[in-house]
């Protein structure tokens, strides 16, 4: 099998072909400020010449603050313009240096381009912190979904104490979770069946349910020191359930006829999830 170059590497992630052509970073530079810019136009080299004339060095308050760029006033239109190209293109390379192994030629070459980047965006007004490659790099994996989602599971399992766990399934890419939570409250008997979607479980979470009549609340919880943090209420869960209602008098009384009254009421305490006919999907189903 053949291993994957870094150059190789490198001109995937900002869409390149690897085997034909090294990767000169220079060439990605110039290219991506002409695609950024595009041709000035004489009327712009004209305005640009008179500004330096009058002005010398050209003075902005153009700004990066984290990965977005902010330009709440400016004095010249084309510095913006070309601030705003060349944090674009440092980001792309940063980007692309996490590609990259660490200590290597290639590694050592973009943290110079994107160094030089930066003494531009310092010299024309702009703000831009000195590169640190330990910053933009890793020794860790990503974590393992599945196994993250099993802790879970075997935490809601150990920990919950207001009910019964009926079942719990674990979807195969570790997103999902549909937990099925039952109990008795007075002389009503319930059971809720939810369905739990991560954008990636850590593994410190349990899943909690608390029933009330008719309605009730399910929620993802993390344990962080020494109590449970509600954790529902963040972008990273996505919740919904069924909650289905018994009146255990109401069975007794029908025992000779076998007929039970269940009644259905669908709780959706975060978003309502619609399957390819428009059709509301409040939870998969559990085998």
């Not at 008997?189 to 369905?195: D, I, L």
Request: glycine fraction near 8%; charged fraction near 25%.
């Amino acid at each position: 099998m053949n291993e994957v170059t870094e150059q190789e590497r490198l001109a995937s992630l900002i869409g390149g072909d690897g085997d034909k052509e090294p990767v000169d970073t220079g060439d990605i530079l110039a290219e991506s400020l002409k695609a950024a810019l595009g041709n000035p136009l004489p009327h712009q080299i004209e305005a640009a010449t008179r500004d330096i004339e009058s002005h010398g060095d050209v003075a902005t308050t153009i700004k990066k603050v984290g990965s977005s760029t902010q330009a709440p006033s400016i004095r010249h239109s084309s510095t913006e313009k070309i601030l705003t190209a060349i944090y674009d293109v440092r980001d792309n390379l940063i980007d692309a240096f996490g590609g990259c192994k660490l200590n290597s030629a290639l590694s050592d070459n973009l943290s110079q381009q994107i160094n030089a980047l930066g003494s531009c965006i310092v010299n024309l007004g702009g703000n831009a912190d000195p590169f640190d490659p330990l910053n933009h790099v890793s020794g860790l994996e990503m974590p393992d979904n599945v196994k993250n989602a099993e802790e879970v599971v075997e935490r809601t399992m150990q920990c919950y104490k207001l009910g019964t766990i009926e079942k719990a399934q674990i979807h195969e890419d570790g997103k999902e979770i549909n937990i099925v939570f039952s109990g008795k409250e007075g002389s009503m008997a319930y059971k809720a069946t939810g369905r739990i979607i991560a954008k990636a479980w850590t593994g410190n979470e349990a899943i909690d349910y608390v029933y009330t009549p008719n309605a009730g609340k399910m929620s993802v919880k993390s344990f962080e020191g020494g109590r449970w943090v509600n954790r529902s209420d963040t972008k990273n869960y996505h919740i919904s359930w069924e909650l289905s209602e018994q009146d255990l008098t109401q069975v007794s009384a029908k025992t000779s006829s076998n007929k039970e009254e269940v009644t259905q009421t669908a709780q959706n305490n975060d978003i309502v999830i619609q399957d390819a006919d428009g059709e509301e999907d409040i939870g998969s189903p559990l085998p």
